[in-house]
C-alpha cells in the first residue's frame, strides 16, 4: 500500500524559505493528483496547493501564490512545495495527501492517501 511521508519542515525566519518534500513508499503516485493542506494552531485545516498526475496544471491559494509553488518528479515519486517569504501566519503543520479519483481538490475528505504532517515554523 502505497504510504505519504511529509519532510522538510523545520524552523525558519520570517523572509525565509523552506522546500517540503511529499514522499511515496509501497507504489508510485505518478497516477495521483496531489495535495497539500496546512493546519494552524487552533484552525481548520485548509488546502494549499495541488497539482495533477502529469504536472501539467498547478493549483495555489491566492494568499499564497506569489510565494509557494508546487511541482513534482514522478521518476523520483516525490511532490514538492517550495515556499518563499515565508510569513509567521504560515506557522502550521503541513500535510500531503493523494488520490487518483476526480473530486473537489480543496476537499481533505476526497483524498485517498494522507501523510502524517511537517511542522512549518515561521519565527524570529
Known amino acids: 500500500q502505497v504510504q505519504l511521508v511529509e519532510s522538510g519542515g523545520g524552523l525558519v525566519q520570517p523572509g525565509g524559505s523552506l522546500r517540503l518534500s511529499c514522499a511515496a513508499s509501497g507504489g508510485t503516485l505518478s497516477r495521483h493528483f496531489v495535495g497539500w493542506f496546512r493546519q494552524a494552531p487552533g484552525k481548520e485545516r485548509r488546502f494549499v496547493a495541488g497539482?495533477?498526475?502529469?504536472?501539467?496544471?498547478?493549483f495555489v491559494i491566492d494568499s499564497v501564490k506569489d510565494r509557494f509553488t508546487i511541482s513534482r518528479d514522478n521518476a523520483k515519486n516525490i511532490v514538492y512545495l517550495e515556499m518563499n517569504s515565508l510569513k509567521r501566519e504560515d506557522t502550521a503543520v503541513y500535510f500531503c495527501t493523494a488520490r487518483q479519483s476526480e473530486a473537489d481538490p480543496t476537499n481533505w475528505d476526497d483524498y485517498e492517501l494522507w501523510g502524517q504532517g511537517t511542522q512549518v515554523t515561521v519565527s524570529s
Open positions: 497539482i495533477t498526475w502529469s504536472g501539467g496544471n498547478t
